[in-house]
């Protein structure tokens, strides 16, 4: 049903090869100013499509997102109530 993706940030050498990262995964964003793409892979296939994209030409850094190893869930931490001297005297 629900693949887990993970998000891949791609350096690329020219906005043009942009087009040849859709065999790889879903592309989410380019950047022509800054020259990178974020592209989305399964999970279980994400060092394999990781180690091609490092070999090809145009492609200067390839990226893995750390999302998936944050979490992203807290919980409040409740401090020790300590018992406050009311005493204040001379």
Known sequence: MHQPRIGV????????QARQL??????HY???QMKYAVLY???????MVISQLGNLGFV?????????FIPL??????KESQPQ????GI
Do not use: F, M
């Open 60 to 68: 200067e850094r390839v990226e893995r997102s750390e999302k998936p």
């Open 30 to 32: 380019v950047s022509k």
């Open 22 to 27: 859709r065999k790889y995964g879903l592309v």
């Open 41 to 47: 892979v399964d999970q279980e296939n994400a060092e």
């Open 9 to 16: 940030a791609v350096w690329i050498k020219s906005v043009k």
């Open 73 to 78: 869930e807290y919980h409040k931490v409740e």
């Open 85 to 88: 001297d009311d005493s204040i």
